[in-house]
């Protein structure tokens, strides 16, 4: 079955203090991994597309990462603004060949940064 | 360029009533996909419009149901509403095969 895990739920890092949220998935034929921030109340906002293992992205102080069975989102030093639940999706090829834009979420990680 | 747009914002219906939501994509995308957002199941794939088709649906009743129109603005109706539908809505659009954009939502409260 197709999945996608993000781990930790919840993180709580000081303002400067570095670390990595994980998403790993089981999907068949991936066409694309992606992560959104979202802040309370609001649609969740684009941040990254992956499409093959080895591939990095950078924007400010995040920097998205894919392997073959996941991926990692690295925030370097970062500060208050950066809280938010940060949600991971995949997309992925249909059995029959079809093509979908459907997305797969993981349950997201909740990132608080304390000044 | 103007956002994914999004009306009503918010809603409060009672059980039994139907609801309908409107999504206006992004100029130029033709892909609409509406997913349900609750604190307990996160976000889940409701369905998706391309060109005026529904291509794919997720495991929801019949209750929901939708449509996109030649404008590639979409609606989508729920019928018969239960406490459980209370949820916020998203609707997202994008060129097809490429990254989705995510409208602000729209929150519907049943009582």
């Known amino acids: 079955e197709d999945q996608v895990t993000q781990s930790p739920e919840a993180l709580r890092l000081q303002e400067g203090e570095s670390s990595s949220l994980n998403c790993s998935y089981t999907?068949?034929?991936?066409?694309?991994l992606f992560w959104y921030r979202q802040d309370p109340g609001k649609g969740p906002e684009f941040l990254f597309t992956?499409?093959?293992a080895g591939e990095e992205k950078e924007k400010e102080r995040l920097k998205a990462t894919l392997t073959k069975k996941e991926s990692f989102l690295h925030i370097t030093a970062p500060k208050p603004e950066d809280s938010a639940t940060y949600l991971c999706a995949v997309r992925h090829h249909l059995n029959y060949g079809g093509a979908t834009n459907k997305l797969i979420f993981g349950t997201g990680t909740l990132l608080a940064v304390q000044p | 360029k103007a956002g994914v747009t999004q009306t009503p914002r918010y809603l409060i219906k009672t059980r039994g009533q139907q609801v309908t939501l409107s999504c206006s994509p992004i100029?130029?995308?033709?892909?609409v996909s509406w997913y349900q957002q609750t604190p307990g199941q996160g976000l889940q794939f409701l369905f998706e419009?391309?060109?005026?088709?529904?291509?794919n649906k997720g495991n929801f009743p019949g209750r929901f149901s939708g449509r996109q129109f030649s404008n590639s603005r979409s609606e989508m109706n729920v019928s018969t509403l239960e406490l459980g539908d209370s949820a916020l809505y998203l609707c997202?659009?994008?060129?097809?095969?490429?990254?989705?954009?995510f409208g602000p939502g729209t929150r519907l409260l049943v009582l």
């Open positions: 999907v068949s034929g991936l066409r694309g």
């Open positions: 419009y391309f060109s005026e088709t529904q291509r």
């Open positions: 997202a659009s994008g060129r097809d095969q490429e990254t989705q954009y």
């Open positions: 992956l499409y093959s």
């Open positions: 100029s130029g995308h033709r892909s």
